[in-house]
Each structure stands twice: as C-alpha cells, then as structure tokens.
C-alpha cells in the first residue's frame, strides 16, 4: 500500500492563503453586487443577474435562489469538468455568496440609509462593475469560480470548442436581453457598463498593468550577432534568435525575440537602425513576462 505523503508547512500555507483569498474576493463581490446592483435592478449576466429578475417578479430571496440554481450546475460540473479543486473552491465561493447576499440585503440597507453612497444610478453601474470585477478577479486567481454561467461556459466550450468569451457573449447577453425587456433600456445599458467594467477590472487584477512588450526583429544573417550583441549590451536584457525564410523573397533571415520593459521601446528601435536600418521590427503586448529578470516563477512546495 502507498503510503500517503505528508503536506508541507509550505502547502498547507497555500491551500490556506488560497481559501482567505476566496473569502476576501466574494466578500467584495457580494458588498458591490447589493450595494450598486440589487437596488437598481442591474441584472448583469450570470445567475446572480437571473436572480435579480426572478426577485422582481416572486420576491424569491436573491442569495436563496443564488444557490439552488447552482447546486446541480455545480453536480453538472463535477461529472463533466472532474477538476476536484476548482469544484471544491466554487462550492465554497458559492455558499459564501449565497449567506452574504442574504446578510448584506437586509442589514446594509439600515446602516446605508444613514451613510448612504450614491443614489445615482450611473455611479452605481461603474462601481458595480469595477468593484465586483476586482472581487472576482481575486477568486479567479484563488483557482475558483462563482459558479453559475462560469460552469456552464465552461462544459459547452469544453464540447463546441467555442471559445469562453464568445460563450459568456452569448449567455450573459441573453440576460441582459431579459432584463431590458423587464426593467427597460435604459437599465439594460447600465447592465452593459457594468458587465464591459467587470470584465476589464477582473483582467486587470488577474494579469497587473501590462507593462511588459516583446520585440520580434527580421534582419539579415550578417547582422545577426552584431544586433544580438547590440540589444543585450543596450537593453540588459537576453535574445534568443533563429534563421528563418522570407516567405516572399525566399531569402535566408535570422529573426530576433527580446522580452523588454515598455520604457524600453524606442531604445530597440534606436538600436535595430543603428546596425540595420532596413531591418523588420514588430512590438507587441505581454501580459505578463516570468522568469529570471521579470517576476520570479514559482516553487513547487
């Protein structure tokens, strides 16, 4: 029989930060969805958004239903996904949710109506956004989900192939669709915002600044190391380089890859015409750049 290997004190430490993390984003996730959403009815997507609109209509409590949706979502996702621990993280962010919702909704209002923070609908839409996409970008990076649409994005990409975003265009704007049918337009584009912000809030908190950029530089084979050479004394930073054929002239090349900081920019182009002025240079966006002399990657515990 194998015997079962002791966690470190390291990992215990991880699964630790990561479950404080989970509570931490669904926390903040929960304070923006009652505080900017739930009172003027922006149904942004997702079974949270549902649950707004089934709310108009039967009085259903929000965090309630919240969480009976989810329960065979989550059945579906375990016989289809089979990831244990992202499972097991979603169900914990789901019933915090669920509890949060319920608590926030009917005591924040009595603390509120003697601090209260906007009672403009257009401020709500943003801070909606903006808050509750940092809250989920914080669960995201705990290696969990707020269920719902994610799970179901999730097991239809999985059998399409269609990518997540397409998935989530789809089923997040059916919603919104309702909720402009129900509570008018005009609230369907305040959805909208809060939705776009979402997303660009939890991009922001999962991948930082992109402050990173790649430079791709063609140049002739006899200027290959003299530009290598050129870029690492310039720049600090390493080159990898590779002969390649020019697809149109057929010709021989050696093309050029350096990983640089954005500041660093114009001095690449400073130095690529310097050594070869007819040379092909293409900058391009990083999200983020791990390894030595960039952000450290990670250890195993």
Known sequence: MKKLKRPTWRQIWREISRTLLIVVGVTISTLAYTIFQVPYNIAAGGVSGIGIIVNYFTGWPIGVFYLVVNIPLMVLGFFQLGRWRFLINTV??????STMTEVFLAYLPIYLENYPITDNI????IYGGIVGGIGGGLIYRA???MGGTGIIGRVIQMHTGMPLSQVYLWTDGTIVLVAGLVFGWETALYAMLTLFLGGLATDYVLEGPSAVRTAT?????EHREEMAAALIDGLGRGVSHWEITGGYTGQP???LLCTIYRPQVNDVKRIVADVDSRAFVIIGDAHQALGFGFIPL????
């Not at 990670?298 to 515990?301: A, L, S, V």
């Open 217 to 221: 530089i063609i140049t002739e084979n």
């Open 92 to 97: 914990i962010a789901v019933l915090i949710f």
């Open 253 to 255: 090349r050696t093309m």
């Open 298 to 301: 990670r250890t195993k515990g």
């Open 143 to 145: 290696g969990a989900s």
């Open 122 to 125: 257009l401020l709500s839409a």
